[in-house]
């Protein structure tokens, strides 16, 4: 067995046993009228990797919003291990709930200057070491010079990786992190999300539209449709009962 | 009324005639354009037409207050700025209480101004003199207001994924839109720092040139210029400065959260 079927295992059994890290009550948004997310409750334990598919317009990216209080809910809330999030500071909440969206949406400068922002943000410096060995965990070591210009989409996305692992979060979310890349980056992007969240025992909601994706990083999966929770299961189970369903 | 009588003499038909002549004119050139297709008839007779009875309102009303009391220009000014709010927030549809914003921001920038050049004695309390100074003043302030806020609003609906970038990583709503709010104060002060740059070279504005016909100093005329001109740029900054503050707090909400772009959005459909 490879170190990372060990790690990915290990996760695997940490996760079942976890506390409930995140937990979505009722949660809800209607903007002007249109429903963007309707009553999705569901937890996700310390340490486990939460899929959320369906289709286009189904409510995903809108529910991880909510799940880092970009957007404010109209109805239900979010508990981030056990504490309403609407009393924890959004600085502090967004520390803790880390966000990697579809795009990098890296700041323009140095990759350095990128990685170091989230720490600057509370008055913290990352030292040059640090720096160094968060770019040495995505495969980029020695890019702390580069413009961010010159990077291609894949280690752009690397570097957004880095620069929310920086902020120490104790959860992950991801939105497509691997949609706007080509195959191979794709699959070298899920790779390094697959072992940064297992070593590090983050909580992590990742939204896909690739159900393969959705299996090969999930254990759980819940699926989203018209901004309502329509199943929720074991991923192959859920997978396979959609696959039947349609 | 015999200073209104006064004032429709010699000059006042010798101001007509002009003014059909510069009618005539553009009217010449709208049927030019015209020919080549460009249809600006209809919105340059409104503006003509516009143009003209704002103006021989406004002479009517300077005509019966050019000796009136202080306190009455500086309400003709506040009138000003209240019109110049309401031009400049008609930029702001998606934007709650921009009327209000926009005044507070123009009257800011031309209240320190006017009460500075008061104060300086660059400016009488002379309502003759007040109101068209003052008023040049509100009118740049009031362009300020515009082009920082339309700039703030376009750059920050251009960059909402790096906005959300930054707040997902825990940074201030003002942080995230700092380079944001330096682009569009400096965006609304490049008009008016060219403006001073080509004083003298470029152009040599009305007031200078009224001055020397009423006998004064050239030499006091033009440094006199280049106060008001400086004083349209103390104001104008000002007025960019407080409407980019004040959109920028309304473009976040106290979670901060970006609503701006959801506004916008919202409008639109």
Request: include cysteine; hydrophobic fraction near 50%.
């Amino acid at each position: 067995m490879s170190k990372r079927q060990k790690l990915v295992r290990s996760s695997l059994e940490r996760d079942s046993q976890g506390l409930v890290a995140l937990q979505t009550k009722k949660l809800s948004r209607v903007v002007a009228g249109k429903v963007l997310v309707e009553d999705v409750s569901v937890e996700v334990r310390a340490g486990e990797v939460l899929a959320v598919v369906g289709p286009s317009g189904a409510g995903k990216s809108s529910f991880l919003r909510l799940l880092n209080r970009l957007d404010e809910p109209t109805g239900g809330t979010v508990l981030v291990n056990g504490h309403d999030y609407r009393t924890i500071a959004p600085k502090a909440l967004r520390r803790r709930v880390g966000m990697v969206m579809q795009r990098p949406y890296l700041f323009p400068g140095t990759v350095a200057a990128n990685i170091a922002f989230g720490p600057a943000q509370r008055g913290e410096t990352l030292s040059a070491a640090e720096i160094a060995l968060l770019l040495d965990r995505v495969r980029l070591s020695g890019y702390q010079d580069r413009d961010v210009i010159s990077l291609s989409g894949g280690e752009a996305q690397r570097v957004g990786l880095a620069r929310t692992i920086a902020n120490g979060p104790e959860a992950f979310l991801l939105d497509e992190p691997t949609s706007a890349l080509d195959e191979l980056a794709a699959r070298d992007v899920e790779e390094l999300v697959s072992d940064i969240v297992h070593e590090r025992g983050l909580t992590c909601v990742i939204v896909t539209h690739d159900r393969s994706q959705a299996i090969r990083l999930a254990r759980r999966t819940m699926v989203l449709e018209s901004g309502k929770m329509v199943a929720i299961g074991p991923t192959k189970e859920v997978m396979a009962r959609v696959s039947t369903a349609e | 009324m015999s200073l209104l009588l006064n004032s429709l003499g010699h000059e006042t038909i010798l101001g007509i005639a002009q003014a059909a002549g510069a009618i005539a004119l553009c009217l010449a050139v709208v049927l030019l354009c015209r020919w080549f297709g460009v249809r600006a008839g209809r919105e340059a007779a409104i503006s003509l037409a516009r143009g003209l009875m704002q103006m021989t309102v406004v002479g009517v009303v300077l005509a019966l207050l050019l000796h009136g009391n202080v306190l009455i220009g500086l309400l003709i000014l506040l009138i000003m700025a209240v019109a110049a709010a309401v031009t400049a927030s008609s930029r702001l549809p998606e934007i709650p209480d921009a009327l209000l914003l926009s005044f507070f921001a123009i009257a800011s920038g031309a209240a320190v101004v006017i009460v500075a050049m008061l104060a300086m004695r660059a400016l009488q309390s002379d309502v003759a003199i007040l109101v068209p100074v003052g008023s040049m003043i509100i009118a740049n302030a009031m362009n300020a207001c515009a082009q920082a806020a339309e700039r703030f609003k376009s750059e920050v609906t251009a960059h909402v994924g790096q906005i959300e970038a930054g707040l997902a990583l825990g940074a201030d709503p003002a942080a995230t839109v700092a380079p944001f709010v330096q682009r569009a104060v400096y965006a609304s002060l490049l008009p008016r720092l060219d403006m001073l740059k080509s004083l003298g070279l470029v152009w040599i504005p009305g007031v200078m040139a009224g001055m020397m016909v009423s006998g004064v100093n050239p030499l006091y005329a033009g440094i006199y210029q280049f106060v008001v001109v400086t004083m349209i740029l103390a104001s104008s900054g000002i007025a960019g400065l407080f409407i980019t503050l004040l959109l920028r707090s309304r473009a976040f909400t106290p979670a901060a959260q970006l609503t701006l772009r959801e506004q916008i959005s919202t409008k639109r459909h």
